[in-house]
């Protein structure tokens, strides 16, 4: 699949818009209440695992992904009342996005074992 910039750009920027609210509303759990935060950071869990699914579908199996994805997201979906899981979903969302413009601008998918 001949995919373009634009197009790709289309499909994966509501997620990063959802994702940047989300993570303010995350980080204002933590100062009010943090004990809290768990229903939030479930719901960035989810939003990450639909952006992967999404990637799936525009990239098939050269979809990108961060070093260790699975076993920090089960970091994250094990520990969501700690603010460390809430860090960890926010670099896995940060690192995913460097990779999706590393393909975009054509550089080789990294293949992780």
Known sequence: MNLSQKSID????????????????????????????????????????????????????SSPSPLNEQERLSFVQNSKSDHAAYRQLEQLFRELKKKIARQKIGYPVEHQE
């Open 10 to 61: 289309e499909m994966v920027s509501p997620f990063y818009e959802s994702w940047q609210e989300l993570s303010q509303d995350i980080q204002n759990c933590f100062e009010r209440e943090p004990t809290t935060c768990r229903q939030l950071i479930s719901k960035g869990c989810e939003l990450y695992v639909e952006l992967k699914h999404t990637l799936v579908i525009l990239f098939g199996e």
